[in-house]
């Protein structure tokens, strides 16, 4: 099991930014291929950006390179410190659609048809004048 926690969400103007943090409780986070996604009152979950692990493979649902919905192209960064296990979302530039509850996702692909997906608790960003 792998617990995330993520952090930093929050009510900001748009125009402004804000960096989500989220934490892994395991020894082998650089294999895992890392995600954030989102939910909108109303909506379903889309994927927001990904960034791939050490681990990742050419099937299934992993991801090779990093990963952004168009949406996002341009304004948000996915990053990575795996020395800290921690995986980050910039956002710059937010937009009231923007606002969401965001997810943290890990990801490990065992085989063609087997993975394990890991999800956090979720943090609120509102972005709103």
């Known amino acids: 099991q792998v617990q995330l926690v993520e952090s930093g969400g929050g009510l900001v103007q748009p125009g402004g930014s804000l960096r989500l943090s989220c934490v892994a409780s395991?020894?082998?986070?650089?294999?895992?291929?890392m995600g954030w996604y989102r939910r909108a009152p109303g909506k379903e979950r889309e994927l927001v950006a990904r960034i791939p692990g050490t681990g990742t493979l050419n099937y299934g649902n992993s991801v090779k390179d990093l990963t952004y919905v168009d949406s996002v192209k341009g304004r948000f960064t996915i990053s990575r410190d795996n020395a800290k296990n921690t995986v980050y979302l910039q956002m710059n530039s937010l937009k009231p659609e923007d606002t969401a509850v965001y997810y943290c996702?890990?990801?490990?692909?065992?085989?063609?048809?087997?993975?394990?997906?890991?999800w956090g608790q979720g943090t609120q960003v509102t972005v709103s004048s």
């Open positions: 996702n890990a990801h490990k692909q065992r085989s063609r048809t087997l993975s394990d997906d890991y």
């Open positions: 395991t020894s082998i986070f650089s294999i895992y291929d």
